[in-house]
């Protein structure tokens, strides 16, 4: 169902996973793209297939699972209404009433909310946060009722990275579970199962879906933790995708390859224009020369993307005018579309759950598919005016 078929297995390259895995010419007429089974629920006349209402399953929905389980090395996949509703039903897979969990402090902020505030006051869980980049840390963090160490490698706006393979072979000598939010690297540059980890967690908001016209969400995992969290977390709070967002979602999986390709290139090039200004403290960009954590990213991931972040020379003030002088970048909060974003943020890695509105001293870019010279001339103009108004 949400797992991976044996038609499947035939394609074997990221790229002719994208492209084919899910397609069934003989199923749907011919047609060279699946289409939209726009159904909430499936007759039983006992004729017909495994489908019966669409929050448990619909054939759409299944045809981004299989390329997204496929692209992870996984048994299955699960889709979801939104990023969140898979990381949650991820984390409450695991985590009981009154146990322990270890998370990464530089984890995507409503994550660290959902685990420090609403996993606390509802359910009594206690989350110890961590920096994480030290396996040893994860270790010491752990106490007897420790059901979760949660990672998010590399973050999403420093990039720290957890080492996967020493976190995840601790943790099944201890029968503990292990979850990562994958979306940065995508299943194209990182596969976290291969790793060990237990559940590989994705918005697909960003670049799977890739055109910034869905909120989408995805794990992967073996088939048996798929199955309990089709069965218990996705169909009990409801939070299923809906057939035409898989559709919307397969058709950005199909270019992904391509997309993250360019938006890999064109980050590399701005990383190296940042680096090279006055006005520049440090510049956060995994792959690049300056990155500190360069043996865990040539040890676990197989390529870069659009994604930066760096600090200023300046004040709060002035990181704010820089991002507002901006003409091509817009001002954004997310990322992984086409078009380039910025907005000003804290760099301020501190773990600990979400620390919203403190003062900003840098930007956080994303380097979309337009030209690099094009981004870097915006750039240019918006240090020149920096200049002109101190
Ligand atoms: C955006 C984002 C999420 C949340 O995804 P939604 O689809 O918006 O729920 C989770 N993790 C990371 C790293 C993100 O950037």
New binding site residues.
């Given amino acids: 169902m949400a797992l991976i078929t044996n038609s499947d297995k035939q394609w074997q390259t990221p790229d002719d996973i994208c492209a084919h895995v899910g397609d069934d010419y003989a199923q749907h007429h011919g047609a060279i793209v699946p289409p939209i089974y726009q159904n909430s629920l499936f007759v039983q006349d006992g004729a017909n297939g495994p489908y019966t209402y669409s929050r448990e399953a619909n054939p759409t929905v299944e045809v981004a699972e299989r390329k997204i389980a496929a692209l992870e090395g996984a048994q299955g996949a699960l889709c979801f209404a939104?990023?969140?509703?898979a990381?949650s039903s991820a984390i409450l897979h695991f985590v009981r009433a009154g146990s322990h969990l270890v998370m990464v402090g530089t984890a995507?902020g409503?994550?660290r909310r959902f685990a420090a505030v609403y996993l606390k006051e509802r359910l009594g869980v206690e989350t110890t946060f961590v920096n994480g980049s030290c396996p040893q840390e994860i270790f010491d963090a752990v106490r007897e009722n420790t059901r979760l160490i949660y990672l998010?490698s590399p973050?999403?706006l420093v990039f720290h990275m957890q080492d996967l393979d020493a976190v995840s072979a601790f943790a099944h000598s201890r029968g503990i579970g292990t979850v990562i939010?994958n979306?940065?690297a995508t299943p194209l540059h990182q596969q976290p199962l291969l790793h060990g980890i237990d559940i590989s967690c994705h918005?697909?908001?960003?670049y799977m879906g890739g055109h910034s016209d869905i909120?989408?969400?995805a794990l992967a995992a073996s088939a048996e933790i798929v199955e309990s969290i089709r069965k218990n977390e996705r169909e009990l709070f409801g939070a299923c995708m809906d057939p035409h967002q898989a559709w919307l979602l397969a058709r950005g999986l199909r270019t992904l390859p391509v997309r993250l390709k360019r938006h890999g290139e064109s980050g590399k090039k701005v990383a190296a224009y940042l680096e090279s200004r006055a006005e520049v403290v440090r510049v956060n960009y995994p792959g690049s020369a300056t990155y500190p954590q360069k043996e865990l990213f040539a040890r676990y991931l197989t390529g870069t993307n659009g994604l930066l972040s760096f600090q200023l020379r300046t004040t709060p003030e002035q990181v704010r005018r820089f991002v507002a002088s901006l003409r091509v970048f817009q001002r954004g909060v997310?990322?992984g579309g086409f078009e380039s974003l910025a907005w000003p943020v804290s760099l301020d890695a501190t773990p600990g759950p979400e620390r919203p509105g403190a003062a900003p001293d840098g930007v956080r870019l994303h380097v979309g598919l337009e030209e690099p010279s094009t981004l870097i001339a915006d750039l240019e103009q918006a240090f020149a005016s920096l200049r002109e108004s101190v």
Avoid at 82 to 85: F, K, Q, V
Avoid at 203 to 206: C, D, N, Q, R, Y
Wanted: hydrophobic share 30%; no cysteine.
């Fill in positions: 939104s990023g969140m509703a990381i995507y409503p994550t998010e973050s999403s939010d979306t940065y918005t697909a908001s960003k909120v989408a969400g997310s990322w």
